[in-house]
């Protein structure tokens, strides 16, 4: 099927020409087939680089109204936005803090490219945009199972649905086990593909051989008789090496921040040449990229000089310390990915690797989820990762998207994921596990008592439910309620209500037995879109605060009573600093709302401490580099607790006007951040 053959206007048609896309590929004429541009509800499920954008495009281009895209990661929606907005004539909106109110000038847009919970929040602060939807796209719509977001997901859905009936609905999907429960729920047609524009195969290394599922079989031998050395590192140094030796560039996935700084700078000490002969090698191979001249001694120094305007951009973006290591690494064309790194850095990292600027990543899982960063080799050093007690296998999903990154379509002839084993033994287990093994199935966490609080909440405190029977009717159109022969949530809901009603968040109503109605304080929970826990704690720290001499409420008062809460992240506290923030505890005890002696989870406590007392130093003027060091967090674990902060502030001082408590240290910390 042809472009140039869909119910598009000509200068689409032109539009996508130019961007390269003349012939659908497999599964987007599937996508066709299955009614996306007529209106139809479509759930595709399909790899990685199959031309999931050009499908969610046919939908919003031939809605017969404005378009939502929810998307769940924000690099990935500032992508998305930029491309919609690149259509002709298409104005594009873009709403992806996650946590502020709706803003009134998404109405009239085009499409809107916003996060889930930006969608939530929109639909409880009564956003009118959202009334006028004709197509909404929801892109990895498998995070439906996500514990927290996955709720989010399949309540937003389920209320647009109701609210506008005649709404279409196209879902993408990563391959997962169960996508026909997906499109039962969206009353969609499936689109099921295992096609991709470039193959892939997937191996296990052990032993000096790569065994592939196409049957193949790779010699890479390793001298992994080094005690000194880890012979997985060894093997992953030896995957990449030959991956970009022969012209192309790899990811290479551990298990923890520190492993990937330190595998990156294992191959930053060779890599330099290897950029070069990387350039050299597709010259000599005739690529077609464009970028790169013909001259192949000027190769060498084009990736060298390239390397290095990498590391440059890097320290551009900010001289933090671990800026200044990745600045390092990159400038001998190897970098390092983490949530530790800030999002900028995160940002020029995929890109420069986008424009083949860098040869490898090492990256910990996180890099696998949405943003595209396609490598010609992917090596998934480790397949465990450290949770709480001891290690844990990778989910299967995760695993395969790692993996779906290799294969630059047009670069590569074909791509290659390669799993690192320890033996014989270890590579039967991965084999089965992963190499074999479909992903997960997706299953609703609607059920969890968080979440149900609250969404009852949300239902009760925008009118669209006013009694139990009217909170169980609105999760009927849920994914879980969909799953479930016999939903029975009524024990649940009925909690629930229960537990809201002893908060104050919600109440009987005053005309009607059956009947329930949000409090002032639990409309105003809602609309500020923190939990009801966050709500109850912050409102408990409130009354504290009220009762204190006014001269010791300061902005670390402040910073105590949110972070305190669930809605904060928690900032690892280790043993050596455990002693240091007891003793600011304790020293700044007058302005804390806890009274250490009796704090329910102590630990949990000393640990909220510590985040406010970053908090409190950054707002005097501390710098990131000071706090990075003195608190051995990332530049990108500050920058997320700011943003925080910066909610959690808004929300807390809402809350105060509500109960009448008078707290100016709140609004003047929030001004400072
Ligand atoms: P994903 O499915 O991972 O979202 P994308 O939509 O980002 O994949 O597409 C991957 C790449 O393939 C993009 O560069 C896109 O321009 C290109 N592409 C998509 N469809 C076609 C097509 N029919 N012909 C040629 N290139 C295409």
């Known amino acids: 099927m042809r472009v140039a053959d869909l119910p598009l206007a000509p200068e689409y048609v032109d539009h996508f020409e130019q961007e390269g896309i003349e012939e659908l590929y497999p599964p987007q004429t599937a996508a066709v087939d299955a009614g996306v541009c007529d209106g139809g509800n479509v759930v595709a499920a399909i790899p990685t680089a199959s031309g999931k954008t050009f499908v969610a495009e046919l939908a919003l281009l031939t809605a017969d109204g404005p378009g939502l895209y929810v998307c769940p990661l924000r690099a990935l929606a500032r992508e998305k936005f930029e491309e919609f907005d690149r259509l002709p004539g298409v104005d594009a909106g873009i709403s992806t803090g996650d946590y502020d109110s709706a803003a009134s000038d998404l109405a009239g847009k085009d499409v809107v490219v916003a996060t889930s919970e930006k969608v939530d929040s929109a639909i409880r602060n009564g956003a009118d945009w959202v009334g006028d939807l004709a197509c909404v796209v929801v892109d990895e719509v498998h995070l439906l199972g996500a514990e927290g977001r996955g709720p989010t997901l399949e309540v937003t859905l ?60 790779a010699s890479v031998p390793v001298d992994t008789a080094d005690p000194a050395t880890n012979a997985d590192t060894e093997v992953t140094a030896e995957l990449v090496r030959g991956a970009v030796a022969d012209g192309g560039q790899a990811l290479a996935f551990v298990n923890s921040r520190r492993e990937a700084e330190a595998l990156a700078d294992r191959l930053a000490d060779e890599r330099l040449t290897a950029v070069a002969d990387a350039a050299a090698a597709d010259t000599a191979a005739g690529d077609d990229v464009g970028e790169r001249s013909d001259d192949t001694a000027a190769d060498d120094t084009d990736a060298t000089a390239d390397a290095a305007t990498v590391a440059e951009e890097l320290r551009e973006a900010g001289g933090t310390e671990t800026g200044e290591r990745l600045a390092e690494s990159a400038a001998r064309g190897v970098a390092f990915h983490h949530a530790g790194l800030s999002s900028d850095h995160r940002a020029l990292v995929e890109r420069a690797f986008r424009e083949r600027r860098l040869a490898v990543i090492c990256a910990t899982p996180t890099l696998a989820a949405g943003v595209n960063v396609p490598a010609r080799r992917v090596v998934v050093r480790d397949q465990q990762r450290y949770a709480g007690s001891g290690y844990e296998w990778l989910p299967v999903l995760e695993v395969h998207q790692m993996c779906g990154r290799a294969g630059r379509p047009h670069l590569d002839p074909y791509g290659e994921a390669v799993l690192v084993a320890a033996g014989e033994g270890e590579r039967t287990e991965l084999w089965d596990r992963y190499v074999t093994a479909d992903a997960e199935a997706v299953e609703s966490k609607l059920r969890d008592p968080a979440a149900l609080r609250t969404h009852t909440l949300a239902l009760v405190a925008t009118g669209f439910a006013g009694s139990q029977a009217e909170v169980l009717d609105a999760f009927a159109g849920t994914f879980y309620a969909s799953r479930t022969p016999n939903p029975d949530l009524g024990g649940d809901v009925g909690d629930a209500i229960a537990s809201l009603v002893d908060d104050g968040l919600l109440a009987p109503a005053a005309d009607d037995d059956a009947g329930i109605e949000a409090t002032p304080l639990g409309e105003q929970v809602s609309r500020q879109y923190v939990t009801p826990d966050t ?136 001004s400072k951040l």
């Open 158 to 217: 389920a209320t647009l649905r109701r609210e506008a009936p005649a709404v279409q609905i196209v879902a993408l999907s990563a391959t997962v086990d169960n996508p026909e429960d997906i499109a039962d729920w969206l009353d969609a047609e499936l689109v099921e593909s295992t096609w991709r524009p470039v193959d892939l195969r997937i191996g296990v290394h052990a032993d000096d051989t790569v065994r592939f599922d196409d049957d193949t079989e």
């Open 535 to 670: 709500g109850v704690r912050i409102v408990a720290s409130l009354r504290t605060v009220e009762a204190m001499p006014p001269e010791k409420v300061t902005e670390l008062t402040a910073f105590e009573v949110i972070c305190d809460t669930p809605d904060m992240v928690d900032t690892y506290l280790g043993n050596a600093e455990r002693a240091e923030i007891y003793q600011f505890a304790r020293r700044r005890s007058a302005e804390l709302t806890t009274d250490m002696t009796h704090a329910d989870d102590f630990e949990g406590w000393l640990e909220s401490v510590k985040t406010a007392r970053i908090l409190a130093e950054w707002v005097d003027g501390a710098s990131v580099d000071e706090l990075v060091e003195t608190y051995r967090i990332g530049p990108g674990d500050l920058e997320s607790r700011i943003e925080r902060a910066e909610w959690l502030l808004g929300a807390a001082d809402a809350l105060a006007d509500v109960v009448g408590v008078s707290f100016p240290a709140l609004s003047s910390a929030r």
